[in-house]
């Protein structure tokens, strides 16, 4: 009696797949400038280390490339056996995915991350595969050149003049843990390469002329040192933001500049661009927004100062804070920085203080270990008074100097009546409570206004002496400055609350537009439904008109249907010139402003994809913070695009994988079934001369039943032909159902030696209307798949009749052979497909030509299982009743 309780190994085992299963697998990439440098050495020695830790690992695919050591360390390590793929007549070894997926290790080994698989692999792709083990679970390590990665290829090709076939898209590179640079020098590269460590003979010789050398080697070295430097900062940073920073870093040199609406900011970001180019250094762009607008010039000079810094490379960075050093040393922390440029103040220093201290002697103080950098304006830079490049631009509505001149008029009308009875000094106490509740409902200068009021007010109708201005007690005058006072503070934090407020409701509704586009295109179930759902939100959100261009393959762009923004022939020509040169254009920029809207590329990458355009109306504008909203719609709007793109190209891998799958399922069928009666056919020839009689009538016979095999491939091959084309046009006429049943018996008559044969047709049944020839070959091939895929004496039936309530005839061909289960049938109506217990030979085009030719005549064939065993095969037509038949 079998033991019912489980194996304790096996449900270990078990349990440790599910737990793989719920997480993600690692990703370790060995990454090198060129092939050679040893990143499958180190790959295969990681691997070893991992064993010796007790690490389950399995070596996937590892291409040795027939170096020695390489081989050697190879030995040792468990392998999971390749999968041999035939193409075009060459047998090819891939990994085998469905083969680590069952054996489940907890590292696996797979080689060359950018390799393309054989036609008839899982994935196109190797990175797919990956991608599949890292969802199950599985670390993977691999290997990669920098010539490989998506975003460099171009760099590649300029620097060796050798196109690039193979690459993985940069957001893959993104699912790594972690880079591992296997780094060599190019004089010991060239060293390995002259040993024949990397080619052999003439393929060595050549690559040293071409791709191997010095100049080259020394540039792929930059670009692969580069891209995990970036990748290493990229972390750094991200390190850097879980938590409070309260210093910087120096694994190397960042620069920020505070950019500001004063003409002397065009300077300072020349002057750190310049200082970054000779450090080699990034460098960030930082404009302060505070409580405080701008006029409208200083506005403009501000995108300005902002739009060359992101000319110049340097990348931009706005935030909201009403201390702008505080600001600027905060995000100096986020972003690494080392070195702060400031501009040299110019202001006189009784205007520095009135205004709350000088701000680079307080960056200075709070920088910390930062470098800070102060750089001299040039006098040219300096037409407009430095004073005035901050000039705050607010104005309280009327409403509110309204209601500041009703409440005091109302307060003084109630202290003349209270005077006798209060005293001065209790009006003076409501006049400073009123005051401060007016600074909740009214903005900065009403305030003021109200404060100064209330105090004119109170000394001249109510402090002795009255009706005049005159204060002679000191308790008299301290009110009266706390009056001020009170109307100051309570002014400049009434503003400042307020444009806090305003700062968080922009900032939220900035985020909770971005949320909604992306939750948008998430949902979205194509590239059309996407595009629409943003448009609309873009419409709504910039109250303006919207269009989206598109790349459309040949190299021209084509708006979307769900654009309400319909372009002229010149913004036509604007949003081309913004699509080829990857920079915004039109209004709002220094490129083409005179159109009518603001045109954003999409790229992703080093590709523009296409365009999209926001139009406003003419006395309208968009905001500095409303256009970089409108440039991250345009970023969202192009991970779509790109991701529509890598979708159809994986379909088309999957159109092209399958193709090469049924052209070589036709020439490997087609081969064979010509092979066969075409040796019958040369047999018999070359007998023919020398036979007698009766052996020449045996010949014959076979020489005829060869002639039909071949008749019958050529006219499937003909057949599915017309069917593929749409040239197959059926010519419908009145049919008799026993003169069609006796046609097919007749042409099948040699496949039912051997088999009990019956047919069942009513003699009543009506005429009907079908195409002959195809009907009879329709009712052939059924009764001739019966007679082959079956054993010799096995019973075939075919009967014919009428179905009244559905309107219909029906043709059924029935055996008592094998049958078909239930998962075979659907496909068995495709191309190339046949049973699974279906005897050698034949395309497996019978019954597709079939259903061909039944649904052309509007019609369906139904494949099911005989009641008593076996198959049966029902064709079905539209009737029409008999009295519309012509008379002959």
């Not at 990348?315 to 040393?329: C, G, N, P």
């Not at 109200?450 to 005159?470: E, H, M």
């Not at 019609?859 to 079905?876: L, M």
Request: aromatic residues 6%; neutral net charge.
């Amino acid at each position: 009696m079998p033991d019912p309780r489980p194996d304790p190994d096996a449900l270990l085992a078990s349990l440790h797949r599910d737990e793989a299963r719920a997480r993600r697998g690692r990703l370790k990439i060995f990454f090198g400038m060129s092939p050679g440098v040893g990143k499958t050495y180190a790959m295969l020695r990681a691997a070893h280390q991992q064993l010796l830790d007790g690490v389950d690992l399995a070596v996937g695919i590892v291409e040795t490339h027939g170096r020695r050591e390489t081989e050697a360390l190879l030995a040792g390590l468990p392998i999971i056996p390749r999968i041999r793929i035939e193409h075009r007549g060459i047998e090819l070894t891939e990994l085998d995915l469905e083969a680590v997926l069952v054996r489940q290790p907890t590292l696996v080994l797979v080689d060359e991350f950018a390799h393309t698989n054989a036609p008839g692999s899982r994935h196109p792709k190797r990175f797919q595969d990956v991608v599949e083990l890292l969802d199950a679970g599985i670390d993977v390590f691999t290997t990669l050149n920098v010539q490989h990665v998506e975003s460099r290829a171009d760099a590649v090709r300029q620097i060796t003049g050798a196109p690039v076939h193979e690459t993985v898209p940069d957001p893959i590179l993104d699912l790594a843990n972690e880079i591992e640079l296997v780094d060599l020098t190019p004089e010991a590269l060239r060293e390995r390469l002259a040993e024949g460590k990397v080619y052999l003979g003439e393929r060595a010789a050549t690559a040293a002329e071409n791709f191997f050398k010095d100049t080259h080697l020394t540039a792929l070295r930059e670009l692969a040192l580069r891209f995990v430097a970036e990748r290493v900062d990229s972390r750094l940073r991200e390190l850097r933001g879980t938590g409070p920073v309260k210093a910087v870093w120096r694994s190397g040199e960042r620069l920020l500049v505070a950019v500001g609406p004063s003409p002397s900011s065009l300077q300072l970001v020349r002057w750190t661009r310049r200082m970054a180019a000779a450090q080699g250094a990034a460098w960030v762009a930082v404009s302060i927004e505070s409580s405080r607008s701008l006029a409208p010039e200083a506005q403009r000079r501000l995108e300005q100062n902002l739009a060359l810094a992101r000319e110049l490379g340097g990348e931009v960075v706005m935030t909201h804070d009403e201390d702008i050093a505080k600001a600027l040393v905060r995000v100096a922390l986020q972003r690494n920085a080392t070195q702060i440029v400031l501009g040299k103040s110019r202001r006189p220093r009784w205007l520095a203080w009135v205004a709350g201290g000088n701000l680079n002697d307080r960056v200075i103080r709070l920088s910390g270990s930062i470098d800070v950098y102060l750089v001299p304006a040039e006098r040219a830079a300096g037409k407009i008074s430095p004073r005035l490049d901050w000039l705050p631009v607010e104005r309280s509505p009327g409403r509110e100097y309204g209601e500041v001149a009703a409440v005091l008029a109302a307060l003084t009308l109630a202290g003349w009546m209270l005077m006798p009875h209060s005293g001065y000094l209790a009006i003076g106490l409501f006049y400073l409570v009123a005051v401060i509740v007016l600074s909740l409902r009214v903005g900065r200068w009403p305030v003021l206004a109200a404060g100064v009021g209330s105090a004119l007010a109170w000394d001249y109708l109510f402090i002795p002496p009255t009706f005049t201005i005159a204060i002679y007690k000191l308790e008299d005058g301290l009110m009266f400055g706390a009056y001020i006072v009170v109307a100051l503070v309570a002014g400049q934090l009434t503003a400042r609350i307020r444009a806090q407020e305003r700062n968080e409701r922009l900032r939220e509704e900035r985020a909770t537009a971005l949320f909604h586009l992306t939750q948008a295109l998430a949902a979205a179930r194509s590239l059309d439904e996407g595009a629409f759902a943003a448009l609309r939100q873009a419409d709504s959100l910039f109250s303006a008109q919207c269009a989206l261009l598109l790349n459309d393959g040949a190299n021209a762009l084509t708006p979307h249907f769900a654009g309400s923004f319909t372009l002229s022939d010149k913004e036509r020509g604007v949003a081309d010139w913004a699509w080829r040169n990857r920079r915004k254009a039109g209004r709002f920029t220094d490129t083409l402003p005179s159109a009518e809207g603001f045109f954003i590329p999409l790229v992703r990458e080093d590709r523009s994809l296409g365009v999209l355009v926001i139009r406003v109306p003419a006395e309208a504008a968009l905001t500095l913070a409303q256009r970089d909203l409108a440039e991250s719609f345009a970023l969202q709007l192009a991970l779509l695009v790109e991701g529509e793109q890598f979708r159809a190209a994986g379909e088309r891998e999957k159109l092209l994988a399958e193709s090469e799958k049924l052209h070589r399922t036709l020439l490997d069928g087609v081969s064979h079934e010509l092979k066969t009666p075409l040796a019958v056919l040369s047999a018999a020839a070359e007998n023919m001369a020398l036979a007698d009689s009766p052996t020449r009538d045996r010949l014959a016979g076979e020489i005829q039943t060869a002639t039909r095999r071949l008749h019958r491939l050529v006219n499937n091959l003909l057949d599915q032909t017309r069917l593929e084309s749409g040239a197959l046009r059926p010519k419908l006429d009145w049919c008799d159902a026993h003169d069609l049943v006796n046609a097919a018996v007749e042409n099948v008559g040699e496949a039912l030696v051997g088999h009990p044969f019956e047919t069942d047709v009513p003699a009543e049944i009506p005429l009907f209307r079908a195409d002959f020839a195809l009907m009879e070959q329709v009712i052939s091939n059924l009764i001739l798949n019966a007679a082959l895929h079956t054993p010799p004496g096995t019973p075939i039936f075919l009967a014919a009749g009428m179905d009244g309530a559905k309107a219909r005839v029906f043709f059924t061909v029935a055996d008592r052979g094998p049958g078909l289960p239930a998962a075979m049938r659907d496909r068995l109506f495709k191309k190339f497909q046949r049973g699974d217990a279906a005897k050698a030979g034949g395309l497996g085009l019978g019954l597709s030509i079939i259903r061909g030719f039944v649904a052309a005549q509007g019609g369906e064939v139904v494949a099911g299982e005989n009641p008593g065993g076996g198959a049966v095969f029902t064709v079905y037509l539209p009737f029409t009743a008999h009295s519309v038949v012509p008379v002959e």
